[in-house]
C-alpha cells in the first residue's frame, strides 16, 4: 500500500481566498484524522471521522473550516477564506477499526497563506 | 479532556548512550498509546503502539512501556546513533469517541 497519500504537498495562497487540502486514508482503514500543526500550538486535532461520519469535529477552528468524507477512500478539508493565520502543516491520518490499531500519517500539506 | 505531557522538550546527548523520553496523560482509561518520530519538515512515524492491557512492547533498540494506572509511559532507546535525532511524540487513543490526542513531542540530538 502506498500509505496515506496528502495532495498538494505546498500551498501558497493570497489571504481571502479558498483552499482545499485531500486526503486518501489507506485502503480498509475506516477511521480519518486530520490534524493541524504549528511551532507554537503542536499538534491539533481537527476533526475525526469513522466510517465516513464526522464524530468530532470540536478542533475545528472557525466556520472558515469545513470537512467532508464523501467515500472511504477521499477526504477533503477546505478553509474558505483563508486567513495567514491558517499558516501550518496539515496532516491527514488513518487506522482501522476504532482505537486498537496503530494511525498512519501522511506526509503532510504545507499551507503558507499571504 | 485528556492532556498528554512529555518532559523533556529537548534532550541533547553524546552518541552510544542509552536514554529515556517520558510521556504522561491525564486520563488513564485508554484504549492505547504509540510513539512516533517525526523528522523536520516530514510526517509522523510510528515506531511502537501498546495496547491497554499491556506493559511494554519492544522494536530493534526501541523499548516502550506502559504504566496505564499511573498514567505514564516511557520510550527507552539503547545505544543512540546521531539517525536517532528527530522529534519523539506520544499518542493516546481515548475518549468515546476514541480521538488520538498528542503530547507536544521531545526534540532528540544525539551528538556524533
Known amino acids: 500500500d502506498a500509505g496515506v497519500i496528502q495532495s498538494p504537498r505546498h500551498e501558497v495562497t493570497e489571504m481571502g481566498q479558498e483552499v482545499t487540502l485531500r486526503c486518501k486514508p489507506i485502503?480498509?482503514?475506516?477511521?480519518l484524522f486530520w490534524y493541524r500543526q504549528t511551532m507554537m500550538r503542536g499538534l491539533e486535532l481537527l476533526i475525526y471521522?469513522?466510517?465516513?461520519?464526522?464524530?468530532?469535529d470540536s478542533g475545528m477552528p472557525e466556520d472558515r473550516f469545513s470537512a467532508k468524507m464523501p467515500n472511504a477512500s477521499f477526504s477533503t478539508l477546505k478553509i474558505q477564506p483563508s486567513e495567514p493565520r491558517d499558516s501550518a502543516v496539515y496532516f491527514c491520518?488513518?487506522?482501522?477499526?476504532?482505537?486498537?490499531?496503530?494511525?498512519?500519517f501522511g506526509q503532510g500539506t504545507r499551507l503558507t497563506v499571504v | 479532556k485528556q492532556e498528554v505531557t512529555q518532559i523533556p522538550a529537548a534532550l541533547s546527548v553524546p552518541e552510544g548512550e542509552n536514554l529515556v523520553l517520558n510521556c504522561s496523560f491525564t486520563?488513564?482509561?485508554?484504549?492505547?498509546l504509540q510513539w512516533f518520530r517525526q523528522d523536520p519538515g516530514k510526517g509522523l512515524t510510528s515506531l511502537l503502539l501498546?495496547?491497554?492491557?499491556?506493559r511494554e512492547q519492544t522494536s530493534g533498540r526501541l523499548n516502550a512501556s506502559l504504566d496505564k494506572s499511573s498514567g505514564r509511559s516511557t520510550l527507552y532507546i539503547a545505544a543512540s546513533q546521531p539517525g536517532d535525532s528527530a522529534t519523539y511524540l506520544c499518542?493516546?487513543?481515548?475518549?468515546?469517541?476514541?480521538?488520538?490526542?498528542f503530547g507536544s513531542g521531545t526534540q532528540l540530538t544525539v551528538l556524533p
Open positions: 491520518a488513518s487506522r482501522l477499526g476504532q482505537g486498537n490499531t496503530e494511525a498512519f
Open positions: 485502503s480498509g482503514h475506516n477511521s
Open positions: 471521522f469513522n466510517n465516513n461520519v464526522p464524530i468530532d
Open positions: 486520563d488513564s482509561a485508554i484504549y492505547n
Open positions: 501498546i495496547q491497554s492491557s499491556q
Open positions: 499518542a493516546v487513543t481515548s475518549g468515546s469517541a476514541r480521538q488520538l490526542t
